[in-house]
């Protein structure tokens, strides 16, 4: 299950200290039994159930830095929670400082530099509809109700990778609060090593309270979907991965495995278009020639598109993820996804396939923080029910799914989306940039300040 993130003990609490404190904050402090408490310690999944000692709602830079330093001096593990949407649950602690982040939510846009300037409490379709405004975005991720900052720090990858590459390729600079309560720019100008680290490395280096983003031209995109027929799942699957091994970089896509009424699995296509559009219809021709049952891809608005799979997502459900990168989809590959999405414990649960490739895949390795570069998929086991009861079998279906995937899988995984799955996991999801973050790391954080996330312990 979920590891849960508390410190060994909680401090004690002086009302008068506590009361100083909150008169210098510029935002809000609340703790237990205050209004809005259980509200701002609610995370996107459900099967986590933390709480805060205090909860800090910053109305800006100052008041993180100021939360940074009070807890830091008053030994509290601190917790930072931006979206709420990371599945493992580290944006809240029990007995801890909570620092969310929803009240910074400012974005200014120049489109002439074809640049925005974002707050880290911002969601992807707050970003999105201000950059749109102009005719323009920034790669993010797929589902418009994600934080913007997880997303980025993790590396982001979204429905522009192809053309544009991940979150983290398009940040040109960001301003962060580290573990010595200094607020410091991070570029390539500024703290390089640092700004080397926040792309790719999550939450381990410091409080990010300002992101600036390089825009693209992005107008209306060819997108949506195609359904295959049950009884062709298993060509859909091959002739899927020989299709996007070589398509255009306009071209970005996801596959996902169900099932139909009868339990037989099924495949469907997702796809992202963001070139011209007449060039985009010849480019989606193979696909759409190998006979979908459904065909749902047409003009679109791109914030459309980056909405249009948030209704699978309600809050209040719980979540248990499997996550690792596939670069071929062998026919014993295959065998087990079809198996298992035959085997799915509901219809909320999903199996999907998000291809990286070009401009994404094109970075060197050492280049940011985030190592997996090169032409993959991105298998997510994503398991979602309601009832507590039904915990043990659908947590169950998602180890037993990894297990037996893990064979044809290349070692590795999506920092954004691992769980709660122990150091050598973490070490996967940092690669062969861990040595390198774990020094970093020892500059800005060397007493491991910032742990409540997927951690990178300070180089000795």
């Not at 299950?1 to 003990?9: L, R, Y």
């Not at 693209?216 to 359904?227: E, I, K, N, S």
């Not at 309600?314 to 979540?319: A, L």
């Not at 691992?418 to 970093?440: Q, S």
Request: hydrophobic content about 45%; overall charge negative; proline content about 6%.
């Amino acid at each position: 299950m979920i590891v849960p993130f508390a410190p060994a003990a909680f401090p004690r609490l002086d009302d008068a200290v506590v009361s100083a404190f909150h008169q210098t904050l510029s935002g809000r402090l609340l703790r237990p039994g205050n209004e809005g408490y259980d509200a701002a310690r609610a995370v996107f999944n459900a099967m986590i159930d933390r709480r805060p000692a205090l909860i800090i709602r910053p109305a800006d830079a100052e008041d993180v830095r100021r939360a940074v330093d009070f807890a830091r001096e008053h030994g509290f593990a601190l917790a930072v929670k931006g979206g709420g949407h990371n599945v493992a649950g580290t944006a809240v602690c029990d007995g801890g400082l909570m620092l969310d982040l929803s009240a910074m939510r400012t974005v200014s846009v120049d489109p002439a530099r074809r640049i925005a300037v974002a707050d880290p409490g911002l969601l992807l379709g707050d970003l999105d509809r201000a950059t749109q405004a102009h005719g323009l975005a920034t790669p993010l991720g797929v589902v418009s109700v994600t934080g913007i900052a997880g997303l980025t720090l993790g590396g982001g990858l979204g429905w522009l990778n192809g053309k544009h590459g991940l979150a983290c390729d398009n940040l040109l600079a960001a301003d962060v609060v580290t573990a010595d309560g200094e607020l410091r720019q991070a570029s390539n100008d500024e703290n390089p090593d640092l700004y080397w680290a926040i792309r790719g490395g999550s939450g381990n280096f410091g409080v990010v309270t300002s992101f600036t983003y390089r825009l693209h031209p992005v107008g209306p995109v060819l997108a949506g979907g195609l359904a295959f027929p049950p009884e062709r799942a298993r060509e859909a699957l091959r002739f899927y991965h020989e299709f996007t091994a070589d398509c255009p970089e306009e071209l970005s896509t996801t596959a996902g495995l169900g099932m139909d009424a009868v339990g037989r699995p099924t495949v469907a296509v997702g796809a992202c278009w963001s070139g011209p559009l007449d060039a985009g219809e010849r480019a989606l021709r193979p696909l759409r020639a190998f006979g979908p049952v459904e065909d749902g891809i047409a003009p679109m608005a791109y914030g459309a598109l980056q909405a249009a799979n948030d209704a699978g997502f309600p809050p209040g459900r719980r979540h248990y993820w499997k996550s690792s990168w596939l670069i071929d989809l062998g026919e014993d590959a295959v065998d087990v996804l079809l198996r298992f999405a035959a085997e799915k414990p509901s219809t909320a649960t999903g199996i999907g396939l998000q291809r990286m490739h070009g401009a994404a895949a094109r970075v060197d390795p050492a280049a940011t923080a985030f190592p997996h570069r090169r032409a993959q998929h991105e298998l997510l086991i994503l398991a979602q029910w309601d009832d507590p009861a039904e915990s043990d079998r659908h947590v169950g279906w998602a180890r037993a799914f990894f297990e037996a995937i893990r064979p044809f899988a290349a070692r590795g995984v999506y920092v954004n989306d691992l769980g709660g799955e122990g150091a050598d996991r973490v070490r996967e999801a940092y690669g062969a940039n861990y040595g390198r973050l774990a020094a970093v790391k020892a500059k800005y954080d060397p007493t491991n300040f910032f742990r409540l996330n997927q951690n990178i312990q300070p180089a000795a």
